[in-house]
């Protein structure tokens, strides 16, 4: 409404400008006839209505490009992917001269939306439909709200996986709300199937186009780099459970030595050895850290019903030999990094969660941050100790401030982690209110939602919904 009451004063303006410079004409001895006064005056409104034409919002299609001036880019992510698709999705609005807010979407308020005029949402989804830790405030404090949102363009790129039956859930809708509320798709929305390289540079062309930006090579993963299967080490003989692997790789190129606490690493696996890699990776967490030398994997392998290895655990656990060339690629995970300071953090996880924990304990405790507490679960004492020995020394030397183990085919105390974090409710209400942040890593079925509903019922809906919007409260459950 401001800018078409802007427009409207501007061409009064010109208008008035054209009969005064005819009156002055007049008075200056040069004759102007009525029909000429006309003239100047048209010629004035004509030039207004042209450049409110080229100005005004939205525009028919094939002028989009020229018409963006900033635009609010915005990212819900759970283990950074999204992030890497808004930042990449930023690089390209740039080169086209566009100016842009990059922003996560746990700092989009109500009002911030209100007043934005054109975003793009890149939107994943986590677990059976659920919306990234990060976007459940949002969720839960703005899309219950009704706002207005006849002025605001949008487009969304919505990611997920078809293997789960609420495919693109979040961003679904997210989708749905912001058309319900008056809003405008600047075009459909783009649905990404497990990193699908077609979709994604569907999403590419449009924002290229948008920007106006000169065509860029398509976007597609990195390359995998050669590594190396180093060592390989059963943790859990006996076990009532699968067969759970120690793995050690290393790089062809030490320079690949390099990632954080929290990241992930992509392994394309093969059927048989010499065979070419798959074109569908497999995502394992980190246990490691570059000054171990390797890159350590916690890797439980699976079978199918007919008793067939699963491609990723197989390959890695039993298919490969050891100084196999490994597929592998590193990927950041900011979701999951460790705290930039020394503020207390909670880790809670089961099973092969332990490697994203460990890594994170071992970042911490190499920055002397020793003001770690964690409850790790898994089935029986004497055979499912993955790198519990480990662990036991660090709280022995006072690195690990508190550990809690828990086992479910034990009969005495609480059997799941999700129970002992309630047992200790009043020790979890304190750690929290001295800063701490919380850190969840492993089961997507049974731990996780478990975990949430204990903290829930210990600190509260909205206390946890803060805590995921604060960066305190991060999972990476699989």
Not at 38 to 63: L, N
Not at 117 to 143: C, H, K, N, W, Y
Not at 363 to 376: P, Y
């Amino acid at each position: 409404m401001k800018s078409a009451t802007g427009q409207l004063v501007t061409g009064a303006l010109l208008v008035l400008a054209a009969v005064l410079a005819a009156r002055w004409h007049d008075f200056s001895g040069v004759h102007m006839g009525s029909a000429s006064h006309a003239a100047v005056a048209g010629a004035a409104f004509t030039a207004w209505a042209a450049w409110a034409a080229v100005t005004a919002w939205p525009r028919r299609r094939d002028d989009e490009s020229h018409d963006v001036t900033s635009i609010l880019v915005v990212h819900a992510s759970q283990t950074g992917f999204a992030t890497e698709l808004a930042e990449r999705t930023v690089a390209v609005l740039r080169q086209g001269g566009v100016g842009v807010d990059l922003r996560d979407i746990a700092s989009l308020t109500a009002d911030a939306l209100s007043a934005a005029r054109r975003v793009l949402f890149i939107a994943s989804t986590t677990g059976e439909g659920d919306a990234p830790d990060i976007a459940t405030l949002f969720q839960r404090q703005v899309m219950r709200t009704s706002p207005d949102l006849h002025h605001l363009a949008y487009a969304v790129l919505a990611l997920g996986d078809r293997d789960y039956e609420d495919f693109c859930a979040f961003g679904r809708d997210l989708d749905r709300w912001l058309r319900e509320h008056g809003a405008t798709p600047w075009f459909d929305r783009v649905d990404v199937d497990n990193g699908d390289e077609g979709a994604l540079r569907h999403w590419q062309r449009q924002v290229t186009q948008l920007a106006g930006a000169t065509e860029q090579a398509d976007w597609s993963r990195p390359a995998y780099q050669p590594w190396h299967l180093r060592e390989r080490r059963l943790l859990n003989a006996g076990s009532a459970g699968g067969p759970c692997f120690h793995v050690a790789l290393v790089p062809r190129d030490p320079a690949h030595l390099r990632w954080e606490a929290g990241d992930v690493v992509e392994v394309g696996p093969r059927r048989a050895r010499g065979d070419e890699a798959l074109l569908s990776h497999r995502e394992y967490s980190i246990a490691s850290m570059p000054a171990d030398g390797s890159l350590h994997l916690v890797v439980r392998q699976h079978r199918g019903d007919d008793g067939a290895l699963g491609g990723g655990s197989g390959w890695l656990t039993e298919v490969a030999d050891e100084g196999d060339a490994i597929d592998l690629r590193v990927r950041r995970n900011a979701g999951f990094h460790a705290p930039m300071d020394a503020r207390p953090v909670l880790l809670v996880g089961n099973g092969t969660g332990i490697a994203g924990l460990r890594a994170l304990l071992k970042s911490r405790i190499g920055h002397g941050r020793h003001r770690n507490w964690l409850v790790f679960g898994e089935r029986h004492e004497q055979v499912d100790r993955l790198h519990v020995d480990e662990l036991e020394q660090w709280r022995d030397a006072g690195e690990l401030e508190r550990l809690d183990l828990v086992w479910s085919r034990e009969a005495r105390g609480p059997r799941y982690v999700q129970d002992r974090l309630r047992a200790a409710a009043d020790a979890v209400r304190r750690f929290v209110a001295d800063g701490a942040a919380i850190y969840v890593c492993g089961s997507l079925a049974g731990m996780a939602p478990g975990v949430d509903a204990a903290l829930r019922e210990i600190l509260g809906d909205h206390a946890v919904e803060e805590l995921a919007a604060a960066g305190r409260y991060r999972r990476d459950v699989y």
